[in-house]
């Protein structure tokens, strides 16, 4: 079984910034794509930056500029560094993983969210 654990989030004032981490552990085959959601209350789960196994970044437009996504694979882990937050960026961040087991299945695991609040 594979569990993805996230850390980093927490309270800040808007301008600040904040850095989560997302640690797989577990039966890992070979990570292949990492990406980062959010869900703010009452809306839809968005995404927010993904990074493939070979280091290509996508961001949503609402992130460009301030967000960062990074993998580092020896430690199984993705990272997004978020500078300049703003009010509106107050959501629960969620991490999510495209993993290959030893029989080259892929399977889609998710954290269990970060709580990022941003204060005005």
């Known amino acids: 079984q594979v569990q993805l654990v996230e850390s980093g989030g927490g309270l800040v004032q808007a301008g600040g910034s904040l850095r989560l981490s997302c640690t797989a552990s577990g039966s890992i085959g070979r990570i292949n794509d990492m990406g980062w959601h959010r869900q703010a209350p009452g809306k839809q789960r968005e995404l927010v930056a993904h990074?493939?196994?070979?280091?290509?970044?996508s961001y949503a437009d609402f992130v460009k500029g301030r967000f960062t996504i990074s993998r580092d694979n020896a430690k199984n882990t993705a990272y997004l560094q978020m500078n300049s937050l703003k009010p509106e960026d107050t959501a629960v961040y969620y991490c999510?993983?495209?993993?290959?087991?030893?029989?080259?299945?892929?399977?889609?695991?998710w954290g269990q969210g970060t709580q990022v609040t941003v204060s005005s």
């Open positions: 999510n993983f495209k993993i290959r087991d030893e029989y080259l299945a892929l399977y889609n695991y």
């Open positions: 990074i493939t196994k070979e280091g290509s970044t």
